[in-house]
């Protein structure tokens, strides 16, 4: 699975650590940085981060501002993109599950390194989209964005 991880200033520390975490794991990432607690703005990061996902170079993508917020709003405007902020390990199941989610966003500032890990894990150790009643409701998404976006 080809990742890609990305942050801004206040995801930083948060970021850096699940890198860590996670080689240890035995996963690679590519990060997209930024590379320090300076100061930077968020949608820098998360348009270069989709844009590779939605074009196919990586299979997921993390992202991770203070909140998580604005960065999932700046996520969510690139084409293809279903971006799922979570602060939790049941909807970072279900993220994937019901909605074919192909970035998770984390709030650095509001949710503790621990807790971030394991909501990571449980997004990338889940590999199936269940399709069926929820496939109806992605592709009507799908459909929006084709028409918006020509």
């Known amino acids: ?3 890609v991880i990305a942050s801004d200033h206040g995801g930083y520390e ?3 650590f699940l890198i860590e975490t996670f080689k240890k794991e035995g996963y690679d990432f590519v990060d997209y940085g930024t590379n320090s607690e300076e100061s930077v703005d968020y949608p820098d990061y998360a348009i270069k981060t989709c844009e590779d996902v939605a ?4 299979d997921r993508g993390i992202l991770i501002c203070g909140t998580g917020i604005g960065i999932s709003i700046a996520a969510n405007k690139v084409k293809g ?3 799922a902020h979570c602060t939790d390990c049941f909807s970072a199941k279900m993220c994937k599950q019901h909605n074919d989610a192909n970035v998770i966003v984390l709030g650095g500032r509001i ?9 990571l894990r449980t997004y990338l150790n889940e590999k199936e989209f269940l399709g069926g009643r929820h496939e ?3 592709n009507k998404v799908k459909a929006y964005e084709e028409k918006v976006y020509k």
């Open 1 to 3: 699975m080809k990742i």
């Open 14 to 16: 948060l970021k850096q």
């Open 55 to 58: 074009a196919g170079k990586f």
């Open 81 to 83: 993109i279903r971006a």
């Open 111 to 119: 949710t503790g390194p621990e807790l971030a890990a394991e909501i």
């Open 136 to 138: 109806n409701r992605v």
